[in-house]
């Protein structure tokens, strides 16, 4: 069973809206938590990094939150413009794990029309 | 652009072959991770090296293997290769030891396979 879970799997959004994105994971014991974008056909391009003691961190129109007492955290992109059009992945990295193995989520597809 | 660079982009090869893959990490970076990305599916770790050693490997059989050259570039070789091979191959580099394991990974844009 994936130990990082995302949702929605994929979303349509009109252009100039905000939208949320989830990640449940039960990594443990918890070492970071990151959220990449990945457009299509490119590689994942890092927005943020939390660590158990970090809540929020932002990168300008998007913001990740983390609870590491649910094991939840939630990237919001707010005012989206069409270039937010990619997936999304959460990415866990346990703290027995050795760097670099970290535990992808299957990532949130958002759309963003015109 | 993160500076890291694949090749090739894009390789068909048949059942029971032989492939190499190739990383040219970003300047500086001491670490390669590589990971295969089947469609619609997150990366899962393939294994990462470190200063030319294999520090890590994720549940992939012997016939991934990888090295990592003294310039810090890396290969990716699978033998006896499997339909279920086919996806996209990306490799991260990154420079250990530097933010206490928040250290920043840069993604190459990646090598797609396809074994028919």
């Known amino acids: 069973k994936n130990q990082v879970e995302q949702s929605p799997q994929s979303l349509i959004i009109l252009e100039g809206k905000n939208c949320t994105l989830q990640?449940?994971?039960?990594?443990?014991?918890?070492?970071?938590l990151r959220w990449y974008k990945q457009d299509t056909g490119r590689g994942p391009v890092s927005l943020t990094i939390?660590?158990?003691?970090?809540n929020t961190k932002s990168n300008g129109r998007y913001t990740a939150t983390l609870d590491a007492d649910t094991k939840q955290s939630s990237l919001h992109i707010t005012a989206s413009q069409l270039s937010d059009s990619a997936s999304y992945i959460c990415?866990?990295?346990?703290?027995?794990?050795?760097?670099?193995?970290?535990?992808f989520g299957a990532g949130t597809q958002v759309v963003v029309t015109p | 652009e993160t500076g890291v660079t694949q090749s090739p982009t894009h390789l068909i090869k048949t059942r029971g072959q032989q492939v190499t893959l190739r990383c040219s990490s970003q300047?500086?970076?001491?670490?390669v991770s590589w990971y295969q990305q089947a469609l619609g599916q997150g990366p899962q770790f393939i294994f990462q090296?470190?200063?030319?050693?294999?520090?890590g490997r994720g549940n992939f059989p012997p016939r991934f293997s990888g090295l990592q050259f003294p310039n810090y570039s890396s290969e990716l070789n699978v033998n006896a290769l499997e339909l279920d091979d086919s996806a996209l191959y990306l490799c991260?580099?990154?420079?250990?030891?530097?933010?206490?394991?928040?250290?920043?990974?840069?993604f190459g844009p990646g090598t797609r396979l396809l074994v028919l």
């Open positions: 939390m660590t158990f003691s970090e």
């Open positions: 090296y470190y200063r030319e050693e294999e520090n």
């Open positions: 990640c449940n994971y039960t990594v443990s014991p918890f070492s970071n």
């Open positions: 991260a580099s990154s420079l250990a030891g530097t933010s206490g394991g928040r250290e920043t990974q840069y």
């Open positions: 990415v866990v990295s346990g703290l027995t794990d050795s760097w670099g193995k970290f535990q």
């Open positions: 300047s500086g970076h001491n670490t």
